[in-house]
């Protein structure tokens, strides 16, 4: 999905890499190297999570959302399509929670933002979780497992090592496994687990 495809996503999401540079030199929501690149390293990263999603999901939990990817990025994109997918994101440093909250409101994306642990989140039963470069692969399973409605689907974005990540997950967890390839990183995939359960 690029930038422009859907129609007002652009202009959201050019408000949101405006605060991201705003923010970021107080509270370092993205690595300052990658600043220059937000648009095809994260962005893009996101946006492809969004892309292999199921359809209209009720409700989306992303995890450890940190400067917003890839929650914010695909609450925005799920909102300029119309869908009424209720997004909520899960950050226990409140000073990126609070970051979240603005991007929520100054950009009409309407999520919702938890600063809590994710280990003291109640169950959600989410149609989708997402993470993004929070934790392995098998603490990511221990992490969405009570979080997931019967059927829903858990979508990694993973690095080179995804498919060692996979195998180490595999030794403690049960589940059925497609893989996406990265538009954005030839090395990188995108996990999506169905069935997740202990092995």
Same mark, same amino acid.
């Given at each position: 999905?690029g930038?422009?495809?859907v129609?007002?996503?652009?202009?959201?999401?050019?408000?949101?890499?405006?605060l991201?540079?705003k923010?970021?030199?107080?509270?370092?929501l993205?690595?300052?190297?990658?600043?220059?690149?937000?648009?095809?390293?994260?962005i893009?990263?996101s %946006?492809q999570?969004? $892309?292999?999603?199921?359809?209209?999901?009720?409700?989306? =939990?992303? #995890? *450890?959302?940190g400067?917003?990817f /890839?929650?914010?990025?695909?609450?925005?994109?799920?909102?300029?399509?119309?869908l009424k997918?209720r997004?909520?994101?899960?950050?226990a440093d409140?000073?990126?929670?609070?970051?979240l909250?603005t991007?929520?409101?100054e950009?009409g994306a309407?999520?919702?933002v938890?600063?809590?642990?994710?280990e003291?989140?109640a169950p959600?039963?989410?149609?989708?979780?997402?993470?993004?470069? %929070?934790?392995?692969l $098998?603490?990511?399973?221990?992490?969405?497992?009570?979080? =997931?409605a #019967? *059927?829903?689907?858990?979508i990694? /974005?993973k690095g080179?090592?995804?498919?060692?990540?996979?195998?180490e997950?595999r030794k403690?967890?049960?589940?059925?496994?497609?893989?996406?390839?990265s538009?954005?990183d030839?090395?990188a995939?995108?996990?999506?687990l169905?069935?997740?359960?202990?092995?």
């Amino acid at each position: 999905m690029g930038f422009g495809e859907v129609p007002g996503l652009l202009s959201g999401l050019e408000q949101f890499v405006a605060l991201i540079q705003k923010w970021n030199p107080a509270i370092n929501l993205i690595s300052r190297d990658s600043l220059a690149a937000v648009w095809s390293r994260h962005i893009g990263d996101s %946006l492809q999570v969004f $892309s292999v999603a199921p359809i209209d999901p009720k409700l989306w =939990l992303d #995890l *450890g959302s940190g400067g917003g990817f /890839p929650g914010a990025v695909v609450a925005m994109a799920a909102r300029a399509q119309g869908l009424k997918t209720r997004f909520v994101l899960v950050e226990a440093d409140q000073r990126k929670a609070a970051f979240l909250r603005t991007v929520s409101r100054e950009t009409g994306a309407a999520f919702e933002v938890v600063a809590d642990r994710i280990e003291g989140l109640a169950p959600q039963n989410a149609d989708v979780v997402s993470a993004r470069a %929070l934790a392995s692969l $098998s603490d990511l399973c221990g992490y969405a497992v009570r979080h =997931l409605a #019967l *059927g829903g689907t858990a979508i990694f /974005p993973k690095g080179r090592g995804a498919d060692h990540e996979v195998e180490e997950a595999r030794k403690t967890w049960r589940f059925d496994l497609a893989r996406e390839p990265s538009l954005t990183d030839p090395d990188a995939k995108i996990l999506l687990l169905k069935g997740l359960r202990r092995g």
